[in-house]
């Protein structure tokens, strides 16, 4: 061999060998790491259920996949999801229309997926001795925005209650639980008074009501579970009698309009393209029965998990929702709405 031609040679056994690991790796025969990754962000409500899942899937999975699980809110999720920068979104609430147009106009398609029940939970400062429960309409005239600057005492909201400032803490407007806690209470999404110590991390809100004994504040059942030593329940009345947030009263269609369900959307292109997706998402279903309750949550029963593990396996996308929270929701009515996807 010409000496001259030995650098073209060496070269050209470079680029083959390039190409040949080119060539398995879009054979799925060798995946890159960034294939392996699997990105969650959202909801703060369903974070404690998807970090538990995570970990445990990395525990009986080891060397698969590299999952992360992050929490902006539900709507700080959706804005990453539809641009394609996640592979799973978490969402204590349904979709809304801008987000399906968001999704639509990247060629994100999606399966909406319900993983559980939440009780959204009004909570005071166990020094509080005088609110044992609420009515939905004093929630309104606390929380609504013409109380800004306005309703600041406690008996502004109950004559009998005493003349002492009430400080809140509540969702951020980037949460799923300020969308579905204002249109519950308030009437309109989003429509809601500004002064008070907003946070779409739940811990933040909790430690706020924690050390203030006149705060009233609002989050997800599991962090009230998690710190009930140190904070009181208000049982919620909405015309029937004060009820207490709990996995029985969700259950029996009792504790309303503050029971609402939490879901996972799954990008239908990561599933189809990224295994370690589709095999979590299948380990997720398979898990969430005994793992949702495990952190503070309510259940779907078992032909609810069922029903949205065949929309998965059949390829059924999109949302039953049309862009709307279903407020009054109870597992039953979730479920049927679902059937009909």
């Known amino acids: 061999m010409n000496p001259a031609e030995k650098p073209k040679v ?10 040949a690991i080119g060539l398995l790796s879009s054979c799925g025969q060798v ?3 960034e294939s392996q990754s699997i990105k969650i962000d959202g909801s703060s409500t369903v974070y404690p259920i998807t970090d538990a899942m ?3 899937y990395q525990n009986t999975h080891p060397k698969k996949a590299s999952i992360t699980v992050e929490f902006s809110g539900t709507g700080g999720g959706f804005k990453k999801f539809c641009a394609g920068e996640t592979d799973i979104s978490n969402a204590s609430r349904p979709i809304r229309q801008e987000e399906m147009e968001a999704c639509n106009k990247a060629g994100i398609r999606y ?6 029940f939440d009780a959204l939970t009004v909570v ?23 109380a800004q600057g306005k309703i600041t005492k406690w008996n502004q909201i109950r004559p009998n209650w005493p003349n002492r400032p009430i400080t809140l803490y509540g969702a951020g407007k980037d949460s799923g639980t300020f969308d579905y806690f204002t249109e519950a209470i308030v ?10 110590t907003a946070s779409e991390d739940d811990t933040v809100l909790v430690q706020g009501v924690i050390k203030d004994e006149n705060a009233l504040g609002y989050f997800g059942f599991s962090y009230y579970e998690e710190n009930q030593s140190k904070l009181k329940a208000v049982g919620i009345d909405s015309g029937k009698g004060a009820v207490l947030p709990s996995r029985e009263t969700v259950e029996k269609a009792q504790y309303q309009p503050l029971a609402r369900p939490l879901f996972i959307y799954v990008s239908y292109n990561s599933a189809q393209n990224k295994v370690e997706v589709r ?11 005994n793992l949702v309750s495990s952190v503070g949550y309510i259940p779907l029963p078992k032909e609810g998990y069922q029903l949205i593990y065949q929309h998965f396996y059949n390829g059924k996308v999109g949302t039953v929702f049309g862009g709307k929270a279903q407020l009054d929701s109870t597992i039953g009515e979730l479920l049927r709405q679902q059937a009909k996807f």
């Not at 095999?279 to 029965?289: G, H």
Request: proline share 8%; glycine share 6%; net charge negative.
């Open 10 to 19: 060496f070269a050209l056994g470079i680029a083959l060998t390039i190409g």
């Open 187 to 196: 009437g309109t999404a989003k429509s809601s008074r500004t002064d008070y």
């Open 54 to 56: 995570a970990k445990e």
């Open 31 to 33: 995946q890159s790491p």
């Open 111 to 116: 399966y909406e997926l319900p993983v559980g």
């Open 279 to 289: 095999n979590f998402v299948e380990f997720y279903m398979n898990r969430a029965p």
């Open 124 to 146: 005071v400062s166990p020094k509080n001795d005088w609110a044992e429960d609420i009515n939905v309409e004093e929630l309104k005239k606390i929380w609504e925005p013409a």
